[in-house]
């Protein structure tokens, strides 16, 4: 980015109406609203822009196929257009018109926001924890974009698309699988190595002499020419035999299957596997087989029960449990895997059997057999055969199959000569013709296989950048990460905080730290949900900080939920510490800490801006014209009169102890509790009295007691103990009186404010004159004169 963010505007998109925006003009911004009041469509403006006109959250079969139904205000007049528009302080502009339907325009489509993330930008209330919940494989996807490599890893599953891509259009696996049949063919028939090449082309000479007598046979001939011919010559004869050819070859596939040897390998695998001690071992393997394959797609949170066993294992266990149980029943297992391949292989036979009793060659010979074994091979399940084959099973395969089959081989005893070997010739030609046409096959399988090593390669070189330059980003990082977390959890004893990559795994990241000087290899072990929180945040300001372009800006949406007052209070330190010279957008409906943050930020570089509470659609978002957050009360005049009077009363016992803080007030101890709840009125009543002697105002060269804002001081205490008091007690209070305590709320805040430079009279401090004072020193508050 070549500037910061100057202005943030949008209308009738998210919570928006007509046109609302932010006026940043470089600054970082605090923005407060209640909950509802539209404090998140101005971080969904940028993170529209980001992604391209998407918003993550939005990511739901509700929103519409382009997000029309969320991004576009429900109450849109349909002569108006949704629009967001990011003005820089170099000039430039990025805007976005979206249409009725979603579709969206964006402008530049190249621009400042769209070569980042999102997750270097932006975060979320419910993101701030998810980090540290996430897997090791999680974090290495979250962290990558943050460490500026997410388009390294989008390379790599770019690679392994690509490489999915060439072995699925190419069907590597089936033309692998063609070359080990035909070798498999040729190794049965001429035998193996260069014996048996040699042996495939005297085969194919002297075939070639038998049917194409009048042809010249040569070496140095295309075999593929040899063998069309033969293929060609054997076809004409046999159009002479062509019934008598089909029956046979049909019966001599039929007598060639070895039933009887299926059916004995299936009984002695059988008898082996039941001699096992285990309880129902069948059912159990076939579980843990299937158990080997879920382990890969669990996560790491809570347990799992061992489908084999039973066993409650938690999950980052489970592959290692998995592991155990193949290695107590490996020898077992060994028998199981004999058993089912026996089995497959004897429904393999039975199925060929089944397909050749179907074909109309075998009609003739099949009407002659026994009605009964014709009909049982018709009612044979090979699915269900294949899951369970009982002896039962067996011995009916064996009392009604084992003849057929023998009744087979004995009508192929009965074929003319002649026929049986144009069969014979015609079976080694075509597994000659297969051989030959393999060269092809194999020469395009070498050049795919050459394709996808490259592919490979390209893999491991980018994984071997990623982990060099992320392991040099963690440990810069790392430092960063501990920094923040002593100024957020100062004095605690947990300590070396850091990222790490695990030296076992290519796409992992964790995170260790020291528990009271106990190592600890996840921080979900031993941590609270509000550390868990804070180094969720220390993290990802750490990954912000740690960008080339300072431009950026670091957008914080509602982050301190979860934090207690002490831990959100120093939040502000940290932003100020470490992060002074980015722009930051805060957004908080915590009304105490937006106050608090006031006071402690350096307002030369922050803007503080409030929301009034949201209304309607129509309405839409709406800027309050005062940062003192009495919208809020404001909301329940019409309804509810006493509510309005204690939402004040609340506004006031937070900013006084605030101010109490700053100008030093020296208030009396009060027993344990106590001291933390005292509310306005006790306040109010120190800063009457010391005020006489330590409020000033300068005038000119005159400088006197500020008597007109002691005055507005005096009356607002007055309205809090007649009306507030009431109004909490008896809950009953007027709208006139409502409105008359708000305005004298507001009224006596503003004394605290300087007219002349607009700064709280708190702004600065001057220790050695014990004073605080505005930035143009024109209100003092002379604390060492109480």
């Known amino acids: 980015m070549n500037s910061k963010i100057k202005k943030i505007s949008a209308n009738w998109f998210r919570g928006f109406s007509d046109v609302r925006h932010i006026e940043l003009s470089d600054k970082s911004l605090v923005v ?10 101005f971080v969904d403006i940028v993170e529209y822009i980001i992604r391209g006109g998407q918003l993550e959250h939005l990511r739901h079969e509700y ?36 249409l009725s339907n979603g579709n969206c325009t964006i402008t530049p489509e190249q621009n400042d926001l769209s070569v980042l993330e ?50 699925d259009q190419t069907s590597l696996e089936y033309k692998r699988g063609e070359i080990r049949e035909v070798q498999d063919l040729a190794k049965e028939k001429f035998g193996v190595g260069e014996a048996g090449k040699e042996a495939i082309f005297t085969e194919l000479e002297i075939l070639f002499k038998k049917y194409c007598p009048l042809e010249t046979f040569s070496y140095s001939d295309e075999k593929e020419r040899a063998t069309h011919l033969i293929l060609e010559a054997l076809s004409e004869k046999f159009e002479k035999y062509k019934k008598e050819q089909e029956i046979y070859s049909d019966l001599l596939s039929l007598s060639k299957l070895d039933v009887l040897h299926r059916i004995s390998e299936v009984r002695t695998s059988f008898i082996k596997l039941a001699k096992s001690t285990e309880p129902l071992i069948t059912e159990r393997l076939e579980v843990l087989e299937k158990a080997s394959t ?23 266990y489970f592959r290692q449990h998995v592991k155990d149980e193949y290695a107590r029943l490996k020898d077992t297992l060994d028998d199981f895997k004999v058993y089912k391949k026996s089995t497959d292989n004897l429904c393999g036979d039975l199925q060929i059997l089944k397909n050749l009793f179907t074909k109309v060659a075998t009609k003739q010979w099949r009407d002659a057999q026994d009605s009964v074994r014709v009909g049982y091979v018709g009612s044979l399940d090979i699915a269900q055969l294949r899951s369970n084959c009982s002896e039962e099973d067996l011995n009916g395969i064996e009392l009604n199959i084992i003849p057929l089959i023998g009744s087979a081989t004995n009508a192929i005893k009965i074929v003319p000569p002649e026929v049986k070997e144009l069969v014979k010739d015609n079976e080694c030609v075509e597994v000659i013709k297969k051989f030959v046409e393999a060269k092809k096959i194999n020469e395009f399988i070498i050049k795919i296989e050459g394709l996808i090593a490259f592919i490979r390669e390209l893999q491991i070189v980018i994984r071997a950048k990623i982990k060099t330059q992320s392991s040099t980003a963690i440990s810069a990082i790392s430092d960063d990460i501990a920094r923040m977390w002593e100024i957020l959890n100062p004095e605690e004893s947990i300590e070396g905080v850091q990222l790490s990559l695990p030296a076992d795994q290519d796409k992992a990241i964790e995170i260790g730290l020291k528990f009271y000087g106990v190592e600890q290899m996840s921080p979900r072990l031993t941590l609270s949900e509000g550390h868990r929180n804070s180094l969720g945040l220390c993290i990802f300001l750490a990954m912000a900080k740690n960008v080339d372009n300072k431009n950026i800006p670091i957008i914080l949406d509602d982050i301190v939920v979860s934090f207690d007052r002490n831990h959100r209070g120093r939040v502000a330190e940290l932003l100020e510490r470490e992060l002074k010279d980015r722009q930051i957008l805060l957004f908080t409906h915590d009304r105490e800490w937006f106050i608090e943050l006031k006071h402690k930020l350096d307002l030369d570089q922050w803007e503080l801006r409030a929301l009034m509470p949201w209304k309607d659609p129509s309405t839409g978002i709406r800027w309050s014209n005062k940062d003192t957050n009495f919208d809020d009360a404001k909301a329940y005049l019409e309804n509810n009169p006493p509510a309005a009077c204690n939402e004040a009363r609340k506004i006031m016992d937070t900013w006084l102890p605030l101010f109490a803080e700053k100008m ?18 006790d306040f109010l009543q120190r800063i009457l009295s010391d005020g006489k002697k330590c409020f000033v105002i300068k005038s000119g060269e005159n400088v006197a007691i500020y008597e007109e804002g002691l005055k507005k001081i005096k009356e607002v205490d007055q309205e809090l103990i007649a009306i507030a008091n009431r109004a909490s007690h008896t809950y009953s209070a007027t ?29 600065k401090e001057d220790t050695n004159g014990e004073q605080v004072q505005c930035e143009c020193g024109q209100l003092k508050w002379i604390y060492g004169k109480a």
């Open 735 to 763: 709208k006139t009186e409502a409105i008359d305590l708000i305005n004298k709320c507001e009224v006596a805040l503003e004394v605290f404010n300087c007219k002349n430079c607009g700064k709280l009279v708190t702004q």
């Open 664 to 681: 030093r007030l020296k208030m009396p101890y009060l027993f344990r509790e106590k001291n933390d709840n005292r509310v306005a009125h």
């Open 63 to 98: 929103s519409g196929r382009r997000q029309e139904k969320g991004i576009i205000n429900t109450h849109k007049p349909t002569d108006q257009s949704s629009a967001v528009q990011i003005d820089f302080v170099s000039g430039s502009v990025i805007g976005a018109k979206i």
């Open 32 to 41: 407060y609203g209640e909950n509802g009041s539209g404090k998140s469509s």
């Open 294 to 316: 879920y382990t890969s797609k669990i996560g790491e949170d809570g347990e799992v029960e061992c489908p084999a066993c039973g066993t409650k294992v938690f999950s980052q």
């Open 118 to 167: 999102s997750q270097r930008v932006i975060l979320r209330q419910d993101e701030v924890a998810d980090f540290i919940k996430e897997t090791k494989g999680e974090k290495y996807s979250s962290l990558l974009p943050l460490l500026g490599l997410g388009n390294l890893d989008t390379a790599i599953e770019n690679l392994k698309k690509i490489e999915k891509d060439v072995i």
